[in-house]
């Protein structure tokens, strides 16, 4: 399973952006760049994904490096609902293995 | 919208006991995955199912099984319960053929064993 890379902890006031970077430098060709959150006590939640191009959704936007080795989930205002631990997690397109392999994930906090 | 319904929510065994954690995926979902975490860890992948067969195995132990059944529910079956068991223990599910495969996870089986 391709690794992934993130910092272990990051800080952001209410309302502001915040920028979580994902290393993934073994990435391969195929491989797609997930996202999901886990909030305090509660199940991991999905939050975008993409290949090559950027992508934005309601909850937040991915901005991935022209040679794919790293990416980064942006929240343009982050509200304190944000404050979860965040995950980076490659994944094998379509028909391949399903499974999401959780790293360490960045916890984090934001401050009212 | 339905989601992931876990059952039990919260359960407490013996060691040696057995334990029968259930899930009901979302309607029309016809994949799903088992994932554990200890405490403070992270979700680690056990099995997954798809179509009632399996489809993919992790770091499940011997002692532990599982199966999807004809309605696409599934139960994970876990035996010689082992104070190292104690976990949550979350059941996702996703629409294999969706081109986004997102997995929705359910709020998961808090497993305490004493």
């Known amino acids: 399973d391709a690794k992934t890379t993130q910092p272990n902890s990051m800080e952001s006031n209410e309302e502001e952006p915040v920028h979580l970077p994902c290393n993934h430098s073994?990435?391969?060709?195929?491989?797609?760049i997930h996202w999901y959150r886990q909030l305090p006590s509660q199940g991991p939640e999905y939050v975008i994904h993409?290949?090559?191009s950027n992508v934005n959704n309601r909850m937040a936007s991915l901005a991935i490096a022209e040679d794919r080795k790293s990416s980064t989930l942006i929240l343009h205002r982050a509200t304190l609902r944000d404050a979860a631990v965040y995950y980076c997690i490659l994944r094998a397109p379509p028909g391949g293995s399903e499974k999401l392999v959780f790293g360490k994930g960045t916890k984090l906090t934001v401050n009212p | 919208a339905a989601g992931v319904i876990q059952s039990p929510r919260h359960l407490i065994k013996e060691k040696r006991e057995t334990a029968t954690l259930k899930c009901y995926p979302i309607?029309?979902?016809?994949?799903v995955y088992w994932y554990q975490q200890g405490p403070g860890q992270d979700p680690q992948f056990l099995i997954s199912f798809y179509e009632k067969m399996q489809s993919d195995k992790g770091s499940i132990p011997d002692r532990f099984s599982a199966q999807q059944f004809s309605d696409y529910h599934s139960e994970l079956n876990m035996s010689s319960l082992e104070l190292g068991d104690s976990a949550l223990y979350f059941c996702a599910s996703s629409f294999q053929n969706s081109a986004k495969n997102i997995q929705y996870f359910g709020a998961g089986t808090r497993l305490s064993v004493l």
């Open positions: 073994t990435i391969s060709g195929t491989d797609y």
């Open positions: 993409g290949l090559t």
């Open positions: 309607p029309r979902h016809d994949t």
